[in-house]
């Protein structure tokens, strides 16, 4: 017999969830994540992936993965530490040092697991961590798992920052205390504010943590957020994914050679966590070649989310204050944003509704990524979609 409490939790939480229509249902993509996908038989622009780059389906990463595949074959085989480190994990971890500009680097299975890895071997129950509100939830749970007390600051408030890191600084309470941020936040596509979070990180000798899974391969030439302002050398911990501009799986930590040092006998992800197939990071290292000899992609991108952007802003739409090519559709109530979303689904884009609570209340957006790998006439046509929509719903 199966236990009855856990049948009636699961019950009972689902019904409501479903009754309030917040039940999530997940759309299957038949084939690739490219510029246009298939769902329920359906072809639709996608403006909703991470693919910035649109290196998931690049002929050159599936290559080197399908190489990597006939030497290595398709699994690590044991934990890092066992005899999981493979010559590709190295080549890998070297490449993303030097596209970074630190001492070393340390890969993991994903971005989430870099969090949940780096936060809990750095700090502990006696020291702080001043993190901005709207960090991510893989920053939230790494430092829960840390037990170092958690002290938000306002969004990008700077002000705010200082004076929690003053008075936590002052208190003589904790051994360390650590400012976390996401380089780019990814809801609104703003750029963390790091010269002065840096500024005040040396005011009060704080550990800097920047979580650039939005802004590697996108910003500073793609080497993320922390080059794009020239900062190598004064943030501590740089994390990233392998997952969204690089377009594969995995994530890293960068810094100094002792944090790495540290993080490959600490963090327990990597400890006892099998690491990424020989497919992914031989793929990941493959893109990283790619950025590292080449803005086209990058240029590409940028073009095609200014184009993106002017089409929106010149229908009429609240596209927010984006500085990166995350381009929200801010529409207010939820429920209206979200029969938005089923329009342009019906109509022939893929760009999902994003409401309380990922984003606050009464700020429900559809949010638009575009990509490398759209042509202007998908872009094209996604405009005239929102057009037709947005005057349907008297939005515009
Ligand atoms: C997507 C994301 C992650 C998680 O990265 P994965 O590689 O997908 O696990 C972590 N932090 C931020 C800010 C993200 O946007």
Request: one cysteine or more.
């Amino acid at each position: 017999m199966t236990s009855s409490k856990l049948n009636g939790f699961l019950n009972e939480n689902l019904e409501e969830l479903r009754g309030l229509g917040l039940y999530n249902d997940i759309d299957p993509v038949q084939g690739a994540n490219g510029p246009i996908i298939t769902i329920n038989d359906k072809k639709l622009i996608n403006l909703s992936s991470n693919n910035y780059l649109g290196l998931a389906t690049d002929d050159r990463l599936k290559e080197v993965a399908i190489d990597a595949v006939q030497s290595h074959g398709v699994g690590a085989g044991a934990v890092r530490t066992i005899n999981g480190t493979l010559d590709l994990h190295l080549q890998l971890e070297d490449k993303i040092a030097k596209f970074k500009g630190t001492e070393a680097a340390i890969s993991y299975q994903s971005g989430f697991n870099c969090n949940m890895a780096a936060i809990s071997a750095v700090m502990d129950k006696n020291d702080a961590i001043l993190s901005d509100e709207l960090n991510h939830a893989s920053i939230i749970d790494g430092c829960r798992l840390s037990r170092a007390k958690i002290i938000r600051f306002n969004h990008s408030d700077m002000e705010d920052l200082r004076a929690k890191a003053k008075e936590a600084v002052e208190s003589g309470q904790y051994n360390k205390v650590m400012v976390i941020t996401d380089g780019v936040f990814s809801m609104d596509g703003d750029v963390a504010r790091l010269p002065e979070i840096v500024k005040i990180a040396e005011e009060f000798d704080l550990i800097t943590y920047v979580d650039d899974a939005h802004g590697s391969g996108v910003l500073g030439k793609g080497a993320g957020t922390v080059k794009h302002f020239g900062l190598q050398d004064k943030v501590d911990m740089q994390m990233g994914t392998l997952s969204k501009a690089i377009g594969v799986i995995g994530g890293y930590v960068a810094g100094k050679q002792n944090l790495i040092d540290w993080l490959k006998v600490r963090s327990r992800p990597f400890l006892f966590s099998t690491a990424v197939s020989p497919a992914d990071a031989a793929a990941s290292a493959k893109a990283i070649d790619i950025l590292t000899e080449s803005t086209d992609l990058q240029n590409r991108m940028w073009e095609n989310s200014d184009y993106l952007k002017q089409g929106l802003k010149s229908l009429g739409y609240d596209i927010g204050k984006s500085e990166t090519p995350i381009t929200p559709c801010i529409i207010g109530d939820e429920k209206l944003t979200q029969q938005f979303s089923k329009r342009l689904y019906e109509e022939g884009v893929y760009a999902k509704s994003i409401v309380f609570p990922t984003v606050p209340k009464g700020t429900g957006r559809v949010r638009n990524m575009p990509t490398a790998a759209h042509t202007k006439e998908m872009l094209d046509d996604a405009i005239k979609i929102y057009e037709k929509v947005g005057k349907e719903l008297g939005l515009i």
